[in-house]
């Protein structure tokens, strides 16, 4: 009979063991930027107008989706210019799915509420969106060798809509 007991004992150790071992990779995926950052770079606190400057195109759900910042003489940000954006709500029935169009970007650092950078689209053409109609801040991802931009929609996995620079 103790040997029974002693098997048995050994098992519930074994297996909860095992099952530890099994969740301790869990834990290290806990930080927010984890799933940004295995897959595009690190979170960018911040980044200068020249670091973003440039043509980016889509990814995952952006497949087809092209998006160019030029930057102005003035300070941040510039005039932007995108291909098959993403059209809101409001604007469906006028434009379809996608536009066409361009306007002026500003690219923002972290700050205590918002602890990313991130850079901030304002469109102009084909007409006047109201604000949060359509896509119109992007976070910023970077490494040493590449910069995304993407829509920071679910911390906990890749970014679907993304962006990056070519």
């Not at 530890?20 to 107008?49: D, H, I, N, W």
């Not at 932007?80 to 059209?87: A, E, F, K, S």
């Not at 850079?119 to 896509?135: A, C, K, N």
Request: proline share 3%; glycine share 10%.
């Amino acid at each position: 009979m103790t040997r029974v007991r002693m098997a048995g004992r050994r098992a519930r150790l074994l297996t909860a063991a095992t099952a530890l071992a099994l969740l301790s990779p869990l834990a290290s995926c806990s930080s927010a930027s984890t799933a940004v950052e295995a897959c595009m770079g690190k979170q960018a606190v911040s980044a200068t107008t020249g670091e973003l400057e440039g043509t980016y195109t889509g990814e995952a759900h952006a497949k087809g989706v092209k998006i160019t910042l030029k930057a102005s003489d003035t300070g941040t940000g510039g005039t932007v210019t995108v291909r098959n954006w993403p059209t809101g709500s409001w604007y469906k029935s006028e434009l379809g799915a996608t536009f066409d169009g361009s306007g002026t970007w500003d690219v923002l650092s972290g700050t205590g509420s918002d602890e990313y950078g991130h850079v901030q689209l304002s469109f102009t053409e084909p007409e006047r969106f109201l604000q949060d109609d359509t896509l119109d801040s992007l976070s910023i991802a970077k490494d040493s060798q590449r910069i995304y931009l993407y829509e920071d929609d679910d911390p906990d996995v890749c970014p679907t809509f993304r962006l990056r620079r070519t």
